[in-house]
T-cell receptor, first 119, second 115 residues
């Protein structure tokens, strides 16, 4: 069974501070994919980033960056120079790579971390 | 391009009533899903479908039924609503290809309250 844990339930920062969201996962799959989604107050789910399990290169995309460490089963996400518009709930998610139709590309989500950016 | 559309957006039910949530996607995706979102628990998979006429149970299927009679539609039914089914429900769809860039597209969500 897969499991995703986001230990931080809520983080409050002042605008322009950096925010790092922790994500720890459990899976028996040798190949898998990791994702971060954002849910703003309007309620929709917005895809942010994705990563292969066999590619541990960390990247930066604009104000977003992520740190994937397979050895510790962690996939942390950082927002640099936070803005009020970054206030949202952020979800980490995991999907196994099965190449089997019945597996259905199902996502397993963490509980979410609410980020509040104050002006 | 509408993407994934859920109907209705909001609903209040009395305990014991039944209802059906409709999900429609216009991307010709093979796979469709129903999740529920509860505070602190993230999104949990209720049921999913890997093609027209097929459905399978997810993590929390009890109290729900689903049908996928047409490729573009995935219906979620509550036969006898209970207060524990008060939640926000999300439908999603993906193409069948199992690759890292197989993105899940989500609907806007349905907020259901059972009183």
């Amino acid at each position: 069974a897969q499991k995703v844990t986001q230990a931080q339930t809520e983080i409050s920062v002042v605008e322009k501070e950096d925010v790092t969201l922790d994500c720890v996962y459990e899976t028996r799959d040798t190949t898998y994919y990791l994702f971060w989604y954002k849910q703003p107050p309007s309620g929709e789910l917005v895809f942010l980033i994705r990563r292969n399990s066999f590619d541990e290169q960390n990247e930066i995309s604009g104000r977003y960056s992520w740190n994937f460490q397979k050895s510790t089963s962690s996939f942390n996400f950082t927002i640099t120079a936070s803005q009020v518009v970054d206030s949202a709930v952020y979800f980490c998610a995991l999907r196994g790579a099965y190449m089997i139709k019945a597996a259905g590309n199902k996502l397993t989500f963490g509980g979410g971390t609410r980020v509040l950016v104050k002006p | 391009n509408a993407g994934v559309t859920q109907t209705p957006k909001f609903r209040v039910l009395k305990t014991g009533q039944s209802m059906t949530l409709l999900c429609a996607q216009d991307m010709n995706h093979e796979y469709m899903y129903w999740y529920r979102q509860d505070p602190g628990m993230g999104l949990r998979l209720i049921h999913y479908s890997v093609g027209e006429g097929t459905t399978a149970k997810g993590e929390v299927p009890d109290g729900y039924n689903v049908s996928r009679l047409k490729k573009q539609n995935f219906l979620l039914g509550l036969e006898s609503a209970a207060p524990s089914q008060t939640s926000v429900y999300f439908c999603a769809s993906t193409r069948a290809l199992d690759r890292v860039d197989t993105e899940a597209f989500f609907g806007q969500g349905t907020r259901l309250t059972v009183v």
